[in-house]
């Protein structure tokens, strides 16, 4: 083997874990969606300065996208005070848990669950980012089944949105990984780490209230590892901003 293909041979895969954004994407059900403007085109510029310019107005949790913990408390940072060490090739820890969502949308993980995984994958290193793999979005982001939307229920009278059916983190679980794994943050793929059938957000309370953020509408292929890879979070830096979109990697482990 020449160097050139050990060195070839040695570089690490890395995945996309976030959904490219456009006038589609999904996003919570009182966002406005996407929209684009364009300002310039090749053909309606001059010989010689043909150019393609284009704005967009879009809500900070539009698709993939990361929640500051000033999104729920108050004078808590924002997006552009996150630091580049919260961010940037940080531990990423997946806990696996299709099998059961497959069998209940209502999925809620439970500290028991945690504590099996890591039985299971290993202890969850400090500084992680823990993300749950629910299989949600990997089958369903992009229509009407990621909302899962219960036609049998009202809305609901203050926000005006019909109540849903996906998976997500329970309290307990939440507690535990910031008061006993000393975690970055979490992330999922679904639309919030909140069950929808909980009142409050509480989960959401309790990571940015613990100055942690959370990741939302991610995609978490069965090709990362449940532990070894580490995670690139890069999110647009708008001063003041509670949330932004964000394009997510893993980058997985070496291979020799």
Same mark, same amino acid.
């Given at each position: 083997?020449?160097?050139?293909?050990?060195?070839?041979?040695?570089?690490?895969?890395?995945?996309?874990?976030?959904?490219?954004?456009?006038?589609?994407?999904?996003?919570?059900?009182?966002?406005?969606?996407?929209?684009?403007?364009?300002?310039?085109?090749?053909?309606?510029?001059?010989?010689?300065? &043909?150019?393609?310019?284009?704005?967009?107005?879009?809500?900070?949790?539009?698709?993939?996208? *990361?929640?500051?913990?000033?999104?729920?408390?108050?004078?808590?940072?924002?997006?552009?005070?996150?630091?580049?060490?919260? /961010?940037?090739?940080?531990? /990423?820890?997946?806990?696996?848990?299709?099998?059961? +969502?497959?069998?209940?949308?209502?999925?809620?993980?439970?500290?028991?669950? *945690?504590? $099996?995984?890591?039985?299971?994958?290993?202890? *969850?290193?400090?500084?992680?980012?823990?993300?749950?793999?629910?299989?949600?979005?990997?089958?369903?982001?992009?229509?009407?089944e990621y909302y899962n939307y219960d036609e049998s229920a009202p809305a609901d009278a203050a926000s005006a949105v019909r109540h849903m059916h996906f998976p997500a983190f329970g309290p307990d679980a939440a507690k535990f990984?910031?008061?006993?794994?000393?975690?970055?943050?979490?992330?999922?793929?679904?639309?919030?780490?909140?069950?929808?059938?909980?009142?409050?957000?509480?989960?959401?309370?309790?990571?940015?209230?613990? $100055?942690?953020?959370?990741?939302?509408? /991610?995609? /978490?292929?069965?090709?990362?590892?449940?532990?070894?890879?580490?995670?690139?979070?890069?999110?647009?830096?708008? +001063?003041?901003?509670?949330?932004?979109? &964000?394009?997510?990697?893993?980058?997985?482990?070496?291979?020799?």
């Amino acid at each position: 083997m020449t160097a050139e293909s050990a060195a070839v041979a040695c570089r690490r895969c890395c995945i996309d874990c976030s959904f490219p954004l456009s006038e589609s994407s999904t996003s919570w059900p009182t966002c406005r969606l996407v929209e684009r403007q364009v300002i310039l085109t090749p053909e309606t510029t001059k010989e010689g300065g &043909a150019r393609n310019k284009q704005a967009f107005t879009l809500n900070g949790g539009s698709g993939t996208h *990361i929640d500051a913990p000033s999104h729920f408390i108050p004078h808590g940072r924002t997006i552009d005070a996150l630091s580049a060490n919260e /961010l940037v090739e940080i531990p /990423l820890a997946i806990v696996d848990v299709s099998s059961f +969502v497959k069998q209940n949308n209502d999925f809620s993980c439970t500290l028991q669950h *945690i504590l $099996d995984d890591e039985q299971l994958s290993g202890a *969850i290193a400090p500084g992680s980012l823990v993300c749950l793999r629910t299989g949600w979005a990997e089958e369903r982001y992009g229509k009407q089944e990621y909302y899962n939307y219960d036609e049998s229920a009202p809305a609901d009278a203050a926000s005006a949105v019909r109540h849903m059916h996906f998976p997500a983190f329970g309290p307990d679980a939440a507690k535990f990984l910031v008061r006993e794994r000393s975690i970055v943050g979490i992330g999922i793929d679904t639309l919030s780490p909140d069950s929808p059938g909980v009142a409050g957000f509480p989960v959401h309370h309790i990571v940015l209230g613990s $100055d942690r953020f959370i990741l939302e509408n /991610l995609l /978490l292929p069965t090709t990362i590892p449940a532990r070894g890879a580490s995670a690139i979070v890069s999110p647009i830096s708008i +001063v003041g901003a509670p949330e932004a979109p &964000a394009r997510v990697w893993a980058m997985l482990p070496a291979t020799a």
